[in-house]
């Protein structure tokens, strides 16, 4: 996930595009109001260009190529599989894993979303880890189940594990929580998983975002 190296044009520019904006609503603008209305717009803009640009730094990406004419093959017997054995937990994880893989984000999100379904209350990494991703490249803004109940079942598991604290991050990001978007990137830094290059450009957006923080704070006593 944290190998590529756009993923380090990206938080660049979202550090420019915080500063400059930040800039904005301290300097220029006299209403607080506006500057409270300015920052939820700027703030919005951010979370809109890192879900625009997720698929750029998922560590899913790069096995984006097409696949072989034998793993299509393979893939048609599975879902055939499926339809005579519809509760198999690993055949609707394996499939799901696949359409994520290639970049079928929807296919992907019914297969993990029915893997869920079906799990109950016997949480499986892979297969929240894989509904999350699904459900965020298809339905932002519309989690048809107990998001954060699920991002923390899943932290539970693995609270180290670099998709994780990068998707929990994010849907914090999206939501406008920037306190939870830095406890959760903070998990990133001092990563063994995560080069020191992706590192530093994390800790530089984090630095962006808890100036974001101090801006608020200065707007509300205004």
């Not at 899943?154 to 609270?159: D, G, K, S």
């Not at 903070?186 to 530093?200: A, F, T």
């Amino acid at each position: 996930m944290f190998s590529d190296p756009v993923f380090i044009s990206i938080t660049l520019l979202a550090s420019l595009g915080l500063l400059f904006c930040l800039s904005i609503l301290i300097n220029t603008l006299s209403s607080n109001l506006w500057k409270n209305s300015a920052y939820a717009i700027a703030f919005l803009m951010l979370s809109s260009f890192i879900y625009l640009n997720y698929e750029a730094v998922s560590n899913l990406k790069e096995s984006q190529e097409a696949a072989s004419e034998q793993v299509i093959d393979s893939v048609d017997q599975l879902e055939e599989f499926l339809i005579e054995n519809p509760n198999d937990l690993r055949v609707i994880k394996a499939l799901g894993s696949h359409y994520i893989q290639i970049g079928r984000f929807e296919l992907a999100y019914e297969k993990f979303l029915k893997g869920y379904q079906i799990h109950g209350d016997n949480s499986d990494f892979d297969m929240n880890l894989g509904l999350i991703e699904s459900t965020l490249m298809v339905r932002p803004n519309d989690f048809p189940y107990d998001i954060d109940q699920l991002i923390e079942e899943t932290l539970i598991m693995n609270p180290e594990n670099t998709q994780i604290l990068w998707l929990s991050g994010l849907i914090a990001m999206g939501r406008g929580d920037v306190q939870l978007t830095i406890k959760r990137w903070s998990g990133l830094v001092d990563n063994p998983e995560v080069s020191l290059e992706i590192q530093n450009s994390i800790s530089t957006q984090l630095d962006q975002l808890k100036k974001m923080e101090e801006g608020v704070a200065i707007l509300n006593d205004q």
